[in-house]
C-alpha cells in the first residue's frame, strides 16, 4: 500500500488564513515537503510551522524560481522522485503550497508527474486576490462583473487585450519585479488611474498603495509577493 | 463602543473548508447573522453550525434570490438595519458568507451600506472555482494562463467574448438554471467540448459530470450551486 501525495493550500501568508481541513492534514503528516529556495527560505514552512507535529519528517524540496524551462522540469523531476520514495513506504506525504494549490501554484507539475501512481487529494485554498481585497476592503467583484486573474507574465498583447473591458475586476498576480510592465499594459487599456497595488499580503512587510506611488518608490524587484488590484468601472 | 461587523467566508459547503480565523470568530461571536431563503433554509449557517456557542444570538436576515432589483435593495436595507441595531449596542455581529464575502458574495451590499458608520473586518474564504477543481483533482490555471470568474447571468455577447480566448481557464458561476445558456456561449466560442459541471460542491448531492450530459440529464432549475469549468487549450 502506497501512502497518499496531500496537495494543501495555506492561503497567503497570515497562518489563520488556513482551513481547518489543511490544519487536520499537516498536524497529522508523517511527512511534510515543501519548495524552498536558494537561500533556504520557505514561505510555506513559514506559514505551516506552527502547526506541524514535533516529529515530522520534513522534505525540503529545491525548486528554482525564475530559471530557465529546462532547469525547472529537472527540479521537478528531483522532488517528484524524493516524494514517490517517501510515497513508495506507505507514508502519507502533505506538500505545502501558497494560496490554493491548483490555482498558479507549485503543485501542478507534481501532480502531473505523480498522479498517474499514487492516490493524490486536494485541499483547496484561500487565493491571495481574495485575500487581498479583504486587506483593502472593498469588494472584488460582484453582480454580472467577471473577475479575471491575469499572470503579469502573460504575453504583453494579450495582457492589454484581457485588460480591456472596462467592466471586468482584473487581479494582476506575479506583479513583483513587473510593475512598469503592468502600468503599460493599464495605459493602453486606460485603466491605469484606479489600480492598488498589494505587497507582501499578510507578511511583516505588507503595504497596499496606488500603483502610481509604487512605480516611484519600492524596489520593484525586492517584492515578489506583489498583485495589482483594478476595480470595475461603472 | 459600537460592535464591528465581520464578514466571514466559510467556503463553498465543506466545513471543514473555513478557516482557522473564521472559526475562531465564529467561536467566540455573540451574534452570529446569516441569509436565509423563504424556506427558511440557510446554506451559511448550516455549513457553520459545528462551530456555532450554544448561547449565541442568532440574526436570520430575509434576502430574496430572483427577485427584482427593488425588492432585493429594501430586503438589504431591512438587513443592515437590524446589523445596526445590535453594533449600537456595542456587540460584534459575524455575517456569514458563503465561499469568499468580497467575491460575489452577499457581504457587500452590506458593507456598502455599514461601513461609512461601524467597523467592518472581512476574513476572506475559499471560493467555489477552486474547491471545485480540487474535487476534479486538475489544475485550473497555471503559468500565463489567465482564469475568468464569469457569472453566466452576464449579458450573452459579453459572455462569449469572454469565453474566446482558448488559452484562458473559465469558471462560469451561477450557472444553475443557466446550463443552456452557458452552454451557448460556449459553442458559439468553441469551447463546448471540454466544459464539465459542478454541482452542489461539498453537499450531500455534489456532482461532476460533462456539460452536454447534464444539458439532458439534470433538472437545471433546481441545481442552483452550480458552476462550469473550462480547460485552457494548450
Not at 163 to 170: G, S
Not at 177 to 182: A, M, N, T, Y
Request: with cysteine; net charge negative.
Amino acid at each position: 500500500m502506497s501512502g497518499t501525495l496531500h496537495g494543501l493550500g495555506l492561503g497567503p501568508g497570515d497562518p489563520e488564513l488556513i482551513t481547518l481541513r489543511s490544519w487536520r492534514i499537516i498536524s497529522l503528516a508523517p511527512v511534510i515537503a515543501y519548495p524552498e529556495g536558494p537561500s533556504g527560505h520557505s514561505r510555506a514552512r513559514t506559514i505551516a510551522t506552527p502547526f506541524m507535529p514535533d516529529d515530522v519528517e520534513e522534505l525540503p524540496l529545491a525548486i528554482p524560481f525564475g530559471a530557465n524551462a529546462q532547469d525547472v522540469e529537472m527540479a521537478y523531476d528531483r522532488a517528484a522522485a524524493i516524494i514517490s520514495a517517501k510515497l513508495d513506504e506507505g507514508k502519507d506525504v502533505a506538500f505545502l503550497c501558497l494560496g490554493d494549490p491548483l490555482t498558479y501554484g507549485t503543485f501542478g507539475k507534481l501532480a502531473t508527474r505523480l498522479a498517474q501512481h499514487y492516490p493524490v487529494r486536494v485541499t483547496p485554498g484561500v487565493s491571495a486576490p481574495q485575500a487581498a481585497a479583504a486587506r483593502v476592503g472593498r469588494v472584488l467583484a460582484q453582480g454580472d462583473t467577471p473577475l479575471k486573474f491575469l499572470p503579469a507574465t502573460m504575453d504583453e498583447e494579450m495582457l492589454t487585450a484581457e485588460c480591456m473591458n472596462r467592466h471586468a475586476a482584473l487581479a494582476i498576480i506575479k506583479a513583483g519585479g513587473r510593475l512598469s510592465r503592468v502600468h503599460a499594459a493599464l495605459l493602453r487599456a486606460g485603466r491605469a488611474e484606479n489600480a492598488l497595488v498589494v505587497e507582501e499580503l499578510g507578511g511583516a512587510d505588507e503595504r497596499v498603495l496606488p500603483l502610481k506611488k509604487a512605480l516611484t518608490e519600492s524596489d520593484d524587484a525586492a517584492r515578489y509577493f506583489s498583485l495589482v488590484l483594478v476595480w470595475p468601472q461603472p
